[in-house]
T-cell receptor
Framework: AQSVAQPEDQVNVAEGNPLTVKCTYSVSGNPYLFWYVQYPNRGLQFLLKYITGDNLVKGSYGFEAEFNKSQTSFHLKKPSALVSDSALYFCAVRDLGNFNKFYFGSGTKLNVKP | DAGVTQSPTHLIKTRGQQVTLRCSPKSGHDTVSWYQQALGQGPQFIFQYYEEEERQRGNFPDRFSGHQFPNYSSELNVNALLLGDSALYLC?????????????FGEGSRLTVL
């Protein structure tokens, strides 16, 4: 079965500092991994994805993620956090064997303080 | 280019009632998936529609049913509402069951069951 885990319910970081939001995955076969962001009372917005290729994936709003096969991780990163980055972040894996069903993590709340 | 649209945005029902939620996929997309997001949790897959048929179903009871129309729009129906059905219901669209790209989400329908 496919799954992702987000070990931190909340991450606090000061504005201007680098941020990391962690995600580990468990899949059979090649992983198709995604990050989404959710602002209060809104839907999910796509940030970036890893399908194949370079382990460092660049996405929207200056975010990037590093795919690490040996550690089965796909951590979301940003070199310099903004207060406006404060939101709920979800890691997800796509199950290609089940008509593209997505499995989401439980989410990590990012708080960026001025 | 219109994205995924959902209606209604908010609704309040009482236990035992029935509800219908609606979704129009992003232009060019033919596959619609529904997710339930309870408060403080990640989205959980309900089911997916492609070519007007339910292709995959998550771990949800038969009270949850759906439909897809020839124009690819979709409905989610929930019968005999329970308090635990209170959640944000998210519709997501994609381009075909072989698509490896991201899901595009609507803003969601917030259902409150009293």
């Amino acid at each position: 079965a496919q799954s992702v885990a987000q070990p931190e319910d909340q991450v606090n970081v000061a504005e201007g500092n680098p941020l990391t939001v962690k995600c580990t995955y468990s899949v059979s076969g090649n992983p198709y991994l995604f990050w989404y962001v959710q602002y209060p009372n809104r839907g999910l917005q796509f940030l970036l994805k890893y399908i194949t290729g370079d382990n460092l994936v660049k996405g929207s709003y200056g975010f990037e993620a590093e795919f690490n096969k040996s550690q089965t991780s796909f951590h979301l990163k940003k070199p310099s956090a903004l207060v406006s980055d404060s939101a709920l972040y979800f890691c997800a894996v796509r199950d290609l064997g089940n008509f593209n069903k997505f499995y989401f993590g439980s989410g990590t709340k990012l708080n960026v303080k001025p | 280019d219109a994205g995924v649209t959902q209606s209604p945005t908010h609704l309040i029902k009482t236990r035992g009632q029935q509800v219908t939620l609606r979704c129009s996929p992003k232009s060019g997309h033919d596959t619609v998936s529904w997710y339930q997001q309870a408060l403080g949790q990640g989205p959980q897959f309900i089911f997916q529609y492609y070519e007007e048929e339910e292709r995959q179903r998550g771990n949800f009871p038969d009270r949850f049913s759906g439909h897809q129309f020839p124009n690819y729009s979709s409905e989610l129906n929930v019968n005999a509402l329970l308090l635990g059905d209170s959640a944000l219901y998210l519709c997501a669209s994609s381009r075909g069951r072989l698509d490896t790209g991201e899901l595009f989400f609507g803003e969601g329908s917030r259902l409150t069951v009293l």
